[in-house]
């Protein structure tokens, strides 16, 4: 799995511990259930699975720490992917549960992934989110991310803008 060594040290939310760890194998069902939840051009499951493949990769997911799914298996509330290229990095997949929004669990899964990021040396975060999704660009502000650019016809379904956000991490 794309990684080293990451801490699994619980991040809080008001109603309680959130473990934010590596993905694995076990966790691709429910990741691509969210993914496909969130967006109209999701990641098919062979683009995640690949994503668990490689050193440059942080494939991460939100656990709730203690609560169990119904078949007895942890429950994954959201994930983060970010591509780690020299001294930059790029979040190229986020999305948290429909049922689980609105708790912070999106900012925490920035937070660690940054973090993840600067620990191996690298200086730019960039993303893209769409011009008109109004709440996560509030998330990624909050975060420090600010426009840098824009790029034209990015997302086919609806056919719309991307705008590109960046932020510095600053020296390692």
């Known amino acids: 799995m794309g990684g080293g060594a990451w801490s699994t040290a619980p991040a809080w939310l008001s109603?309680?511990?959130?473990?934010?760890?590596?993905?694995g194998i076990?966790?691709?069902?429910?990741?691509?259930?969210?993914e496909r939840d969130s967006f109209a051009d999701p990641w098919s499951r062979q683009?995640?699975?690949?994503?668990?493949?490689l050193d440059r990769i942080r494939f991460m997911v939100a656990v709730e720490a203690g609560r169990r799914s119904e078949t007895g298996g942890e429950t994954i509330l959201g994930?983060?992917?970010?591509?780690?290229?020299?001294?930059?990095?790029?979040?190229?997949?986020?999305?948290?549960?429909?049922?689980?929004?609105?708790?912070?669990?999106?900012?925490?899964?920035?937070?660690r992934a940054a973090t993840e990021a600067a620990s191996a040396g690298v200086r730019s975060l960039y993303l893209e989110v769409r011009e008109s999704n109004s709440a996560a660009r509030a998330l990624y502000e909050s975060r420090s991310f600010v426009a840098v650019g824009r790029r034209?016809?990015?997302?086919?379904?609806?056919p719309e803008d991307a705008l590109l956000l960046k932020r510095d991490l600053g020296p390692v």
């Not at 109603?15 to 993905?23: E, F, K, V």
């Open 47 to 53: 683009s995640f699975e690949s994503s668990l493949e």
């Open 26 to 34: 076990s966790d691709l069902e429910s990741v691509v259930g969210i």
């Open 79 to 111: 994930y983060v992917v970010a591509l780690l290229l020299f001294d930059e990095a790029e979040i190229a997949d986020l999305a948290v549960a429909p049922s689980a929004r609105r708790r912070g669990i999106g900012g925490l899964l920035l937070d």
């Open 15 to 23: 109603d309680g511990p959130l473990i934010i760890r590596p993905a």
């Open 152 to 158: 034209r016809g990015y997302y086919q379904h609806p």
